[in-house]
């Protein structure tokens, strides 16, 4: 099928967020291998459908971001105070977008972010 398979499929971990975007990302990878192997293995019986494929798309665009800013948090070099407060932006910037999103999951997903965001960063980013 000429996929690349040096990324193995990794699964989520309930203590580390970032492992739902790494995770989707990862099976998104092999979406057609998936559906290949569903043909040949009858004890295979569980299939995304296409659209909680297409779901797993829009969430794992949606985390890229935060999985991204993570990675300039907790790089090797610390992140100086203006790549700190341009990546908070980003992120609040990402989650207000969200919450207008016209997807049921992602609209809900970033009100439940936001909350948690203003709580911590809401008056850091009013200045």
Known sequence: MNVDTSKAL??????RWNSTYLM????LLYKDVFR??????????WLPTEEE???SEKICE????FYDATLVFSGT?????NLFFYELWKLNNRLNK????SDQYIHDMSWKMKEKYDKYWGNAMKL
């Open 10 to 15: 990794t699964l989520d971990v309930a203590t």
């Open 24 to 27: 989707l990302e990862s099976a």
């Open 77 to 81: 070099t610390y992140p100086t105070s």
């Open 62 to 65: 949606f985390l890229s971001y």
């Open 36 to 45: 290949r192997y569903k043909e040949y293995d009858l004890s295979f019986t």
């Open 98 to 101: 969200g919450c207008i999103k």
């Open 53 to 55: 494929w297409e779901s």
